[in-house]
């Protein structure tokens, strides 16, 4: 037996069953539209997946052009640090001061030594003359200087150093140096090989300090009259 079924009662089976019938006659116009938008952007998210993969792909060849050229894909290595030319300059100047002190103290050695006066006896001879004329004139200061300048070629030992430095200790004490006399004959008193210029420089310090000695009471003798009257001649008492 065949039960026939009207259109009305096929579409509601189909319906309930899960199928929906896409009609063309009949249909809502906003649905329409929503599904031609729907099909819009299915079909422009095809093409801009395919616009990608053709930039990438032009993009892998253009690599593969510079490496065939020699460029590196491995990024560039990190800058260098800079050298400490700091320490550098340290260095090279603690060198430099370490050669002039050994220099300094070489001559020094050669002065005492007495082996800097040959080569240099001219300048010595000259100096000695120079300070001589200087102190007749009376310039005392200058007669020091003379001799000042050429005191580092000269040592305390041998004839010449000795006589020269008595000469300039002379000078110093014209010149109102008392102290530096005084030193510069100490020095030959202890230092110079010949007895002779020692004993020169032992009565030059003998006659310093009698000389200061001798200020020093008169000072003291100005200074109090009233103790200096007692010790005048009965003859000039009052």
Request: hydrophobic share 40%; charged share 25%.
């Amino acid at each position: 037996m065949r039960i026939f079924l009207g259109p009305s009662a096929q579409l509601l089976l189909l319906t309930h069953a899960g199928f929906k019938p896409y009609m063309c006659t009949g249909s809502d116009p906003a649905d329409l539209l929503t599904r031609k938008k729907a099909g819009d952007a299915v079909n422009l998210g095809g093409a801009g997946s395919a616009g990608i993969s053709a930039l990438e792909a032009m993009q892998a060849e253009q690599t593969k052009r510079l490496e065939l050229l020699g460029a590196s894909s491995s990024p560039p290595p990190p800058p260098a640090a800079p050298a400490m030319r700091l320490s550098t300059f340290s260095v090279s100047d603690s060198a430099a001061g370490r050669a002039e002190a050994d220099e300094l103290l070489r001559r020094m050695l050669m002065k005492d030594k007495g082996e800097l006066e040959e080569p240099n006896a001219d300048l010595i001879a000259r100096a000695q003359r120079g300070s001589k004329q200087w102190q007749d004139a009376g310039l005392h200061e200058r007669a020091y200087q003379e001799l000042l300048a050429v005191e580092k070629y000269v040592s305390y030992s041998s004839a010449l150093g000795a006589r020269f430095h008595l000469g300039l200790a002379d000078a110093a004490q014209a010149s109102g140096r008392e102290a530096e006399a005084k030193r510069l004959r100490q020095r030959v008193m202890a230092d110079a090989q010949s007895s002779s210029l020692r004993w020169q420089a032992e009565q030059a310090l003998s006659k310093m300090s009698s000389t200061t000695s001798g200020k020093t009471s008169t000072s003291s003798s100005s200074s109090n009259p009233e103790l200096n009257s007692l010790f005048r001649m009965p003859s000039q008492w009052d």
